[in-house]
Nanobody, 127 residues
Framework: QVRLVEAGGGLVQAGGSLRLSCAAS????????MGWFRQAPGKEREFVAA????????YYADSVKGRFTISTDNAKNTVNLQMNSLNPEDTAVYYC????????????????????WGQGTQVTVSS
């Protein structure tokens, strides 16, 4: 059974930082591109960041570029999202997702490409 479990969400003041992690089990982590998405109240789920299965390629939404960093720890089957310079517009439930694919360099940004999803972790940024 595949499980993706996010952790690290919470309440932070504007300008602060948080580090999200997502532990994956029940899948071959090295065969997956990993992504982070978020969904704010009343809005559709949106792409945040992705990292290729070989961890050499990353891709970010324009809204987080330069502030967020995605990384993986293959020894722990974990994908992380370091979030700096947070602002209230970053408030959302953050989800990690896994995409099995043969291309080792792809960084998919579309939600339908992803095969598995975590349950989400709440991030709230106060002004």
């Amino acid at each position: 059974q595949v499980r993706l479990v996010e952790a690290g969400g919470g309440l932070v003041q504007a300008g602060g930082s948080l580090r999200l992690s997502c532990a994956a089990s029940g899948l071959t982590f090295s065969n997956c591109a990993m992504g982070w998405f978020r969904q704010a109240p009343g809005k559709e789920r949106e792409f945040v960041a992705a990292i290729s299965r070989n961890s050499r390629s990353t891709y970010y939404a324009d809204s987080v570029k330069g502030r967020f960093t995605i990384s993986t720890d293959n020894a722990k089957n974990t994908v992380n999202l370091q979030m700096n310079s947070l602002n209230p517009e970053d408030t959302a439930v953050y989800y990690c997702a896994a995409d099995y694919l043969p291309d080792s360099t792809a960084t998919p940004s579309g939600a339908p490409y992803y095969d598995y999803w975590g349950q989400g972790t709440q991030v709230t940024v106060s002004s």
